[in-house]
T-cell receptor, first 111, second 114 residues
Framework: GENVEQHPSTLSVQEGDSAVIKCTYS??????FPWYKQELGKRPQLIID?????GEKKDQRIAVTLNKTAKHFSLHITETQPEDSAVYFC??????????FGKGTTLSVSS | EAQVTQNPRYLITVTGKKLTVTCSQN?????MSWYRQDPGLGLRQIYY???????DKGDVPEGYKVSRKEKRNFPLILESPSPNQTSLYFC?????????????FGQGTRLTVV
C-alpha cells in the first residue's frame, strides 16, 4: 500500500524563522497532496493542498511544493508565529480511494 | 452550520462490551472515513466509504465494522473492544467520492477500553 514518510517528527524554531516539513510518497498515481494542522485538543484542519498538475502553491505565509518525479512534497511556513505551534500532517490519496497520512510533525515556535 | 458530528466525545468501556460511535455529516458528502490517532503513529485509516452501501478496509480494519446505509451517517462499530483499541478516533467526510478534496473532521472520540 501507499507509504507516506514525514520528516522531521519534531521541529523547534524561533519566532520569525522559517519552518520546512517534508514528505515522500510511494504511489506514482497519487494526485492530491493536502496538509493539515492540528492544534492541541482540536481536530485536524486543512491549511493548504496541491494537485499533481501544479508545482507550487502559496497562501500568505504558507506554501507547498511538489516534485512528482522525486515523489516528495514540502510545506514551507515563513515568518513563524507562536500560533503556528501545532502538529502538521501531510497526506496523499492512494489509488484514488484512501487518504493516507504521514505520522505528523510537532512544530514549536518560541517567542 | 456545515459540520461532521461524532458521538460520544468520550467513552470508557470494558473489554468485550459492544459499542458504536456515531458519525453524521450535513454537507451531502460522498466520501466518509474513520481514523484512529495514536501517539507517534499519526492518523491511520480504519475504513472508508465512497458512497451508500460501498465500504472498504483501510490500513487498520481489524476489530472494527462500519455501515453506510444512508449518505449522511457512517457509524463505527466495535463488536468486542479490547484495550489495544484505546485511542482517539476521528470521522471525516469529503465532497467527492474519491478523497481528492478537503476532508472535514469531526470533533473526535476518545475511547478507553479497560
Amino acid at each position: 500500500g501507499e507509504n507516506v514518510e514525514q520528516h522531521p517528527s519534531t521541529l523547534s524554531v524561533q519566532e520569525g524563522d522559517s519552518a520546512v516539513i517534508k514528505c515522500t510518497y510511494s504511489d506514482s498515481a497519487s494526485n492530491y497532496f493536502p496538509w493539515y494542522k492540528q492544534e492541541l485538543g482540536k481536530r485536524p484542519q486543512l491549511i493548504i493542498d496541491i494537485r499533481s498538475n501544479v508545482g507550487e502553491k502559496k497562501d500568505q505565509r504558507i506554501a507547498v511544493t511538489l516534485n512528482k518525479t522525486a515523489k516528495h512534497f514540502s510545506l514551507h511556513i515563513t515568518e513563524t508565529q507562536p500560533e503556528d505551534s501545532a502538529v502538521y500532517f501531510c497526506a496523499t490519496n492512494q489509488a484514488g480511494t484512501a487518504l493516507i497520512f504521514g505520522k505528523g510533525t510537532t512544530l514549536s515556535v518560541s517567542s | 452550520e456545515a459540520q461532521v458530528t461524532q458521538n460520544p466525545r468520550y467513552l470508557i468501556t470494558v473489554t468485550g462490551k459492544k459499542l458504536t460511535v456515531t458519525c453524521s455529516q450535513n454537507m451531502n458528502h460522498e466520501y466518509m472515513s474513520w481514523y484512529r490517532q495514536d501517539p507517534g503513529l499519526g492518523l491511520r485509516q480504519i475504513y472508508y466509504s465512497m458512497n451508500v452501501e460501498v465500504t472498504d478496509k483501510g490500513d487498520v480494519p481489524e476489530g472494527y465494522k462500519v455501515s453506510r446505509k444512508e449518505k449522511r451517517n457512517f457509524p463505527l462499530i466495535l463488536e468486542s473492544p479490547s484495550p489495544n483499541q484505546t485511542s482517539l478516533y476521528f470521522c471525516a467526510s469529503s465532497f467527492m467520492w474519491s478523497p481528492n478534496t478537503e476532508a472535514f473532521f469531526g470533533q473526535g472520540t476518545r475511547l478507553t477500553v479497560v
